[in-house]
């Protein structure tokens, strides 16, 4: 009786065995690959001098690693502008990320849950301006911040990166399953005010969706070198992207010294700029979490 009942259990296990694809494996390490090997490469070049750079393979260390000495050069080099650097980019993302997230949710649940004169025309503008490139608005952006007098200021990143068309059309996408009408309903017969509604009840049913969003945007605001570029005049109001860009040009044409100093300096730059993001995704990969709204209405 014992081997009967264990069969079936057996028979599934082969079964899982047997579908495994060795190609799809391939394809899968192929991928894991494509991703790693390019971050394998920046720490193992973050702890290397010029010359180790040049003339030792790429993906190995060298016989004297001196990472903790390229974190010193680059912490204190001109004064220590990098961290400078790296705090305008905590606050140009972070400001950023949480603005953006709080608009789209905003304007999803309104898409979502209302409905007005003009709203599909009105969305259907939204959806549309997914498809407009960033660096195409660039330009006249700046020609409008400069008539009102931010350009050259914090504001001139900050502002164009709270509009996120994308995250809009993703928040009313997700608030339509995530927020029941029955509970909205429920909460206008208890007296709840719109608003309140909106506050208390929504935005925790919209957790997991915010945080997609606002990670997006950090992600994107992070990494956003053009728009910084023409719209900042004073290196202390750099991001590290436009920061580090300009050391690599010292480092090209500045002459053999020049490169010889600012080289690691780069490397190892590009290497702490990305720990921020890697710690936020940590912290934040947990709330995204699904059906946070189960169980808020009975069926």
């Known amino acids: 009786m014992t081997a009967i009942n264990t069969w079936p259990g057996k028979q599934r296990r082969r079964n899982r065995l047997s579908r495994r694809s060795t190609p799809l494996t391939i394809a899968m390490l192929a991928a894991l690959a494509y991703f790693l090997v390019p971050l394998l490469w920046l720490v193992v070049s973050s702890t290397k001098s010029t010359s180790d750079l040049i003339n030792t393979f790429g993906l190995w260390f060298a016989r004297a690693p001196q990472l903790f000495g390229n974190i010193h050069d680059t912490l204190t080099q001109d004064n220590g502008v990098f961290v400078r650097w790296l705090l305008n980019t905590v606050l ?8 953006a997230a709080f608009l789209a ?11 007005f004169r003009g709203h599909g025309a009105a969305f259907g503008l939204v959806v549309g301006t997914i498809m407009v490139p960033a660096t195409a608005l660039a330009i006249p952006t700046y020609l409008l ?32 399953d995530a927020v029941p009408d029955s509970l909205i309903e429920a909460a206008r017969i208890d007296g709840a005010g719109e608003a309140r509604i909106f506050f208390t009840i929504a935005l925790r049913l919209l957790g997991p969706g915010l945080v997609t969003v606002l990670l997006f945007t950090l992600v994107s605001t992070w990494n956003n070198y053009f728009l910084p570029l023409i719209m900042l005049n004073n290196p202390r109001l750099y991001p590290v992207t436009v920061g580090l860009s300009s050391w690599a040009a010292q480092a090209q044409n500045g002459g053999a010294g020049s490169s010889s100093t600012m080289l690691p300096l780069v490397v190892t730059g590009s290497l702490l700029s990305i720990i921020p993001l890697v710690v936020a995704f940590l912290l934040l990969q947990r709330y995204w979490q699904s059906g946070l709204a189960t169980g808020a209405v009975k069926q």
């Open 145 to 176: 911040f400069a008539q009102v007098h931010l350009v050259d200021t914090p504001w001139a990143v900050i502002l164009p990166s709270l509009i996120n068309p994308f995250g809009l059309y993703l928040m009313r996408i997700y608030t339509q």
């Open 92 to 99: 140009y993302a972070g400001v950023s990320a949480v603005g």
């Open 105 to 115: 949710a905003a304007a999803g649940y309104g898409f979502a849950k209302y409905r």
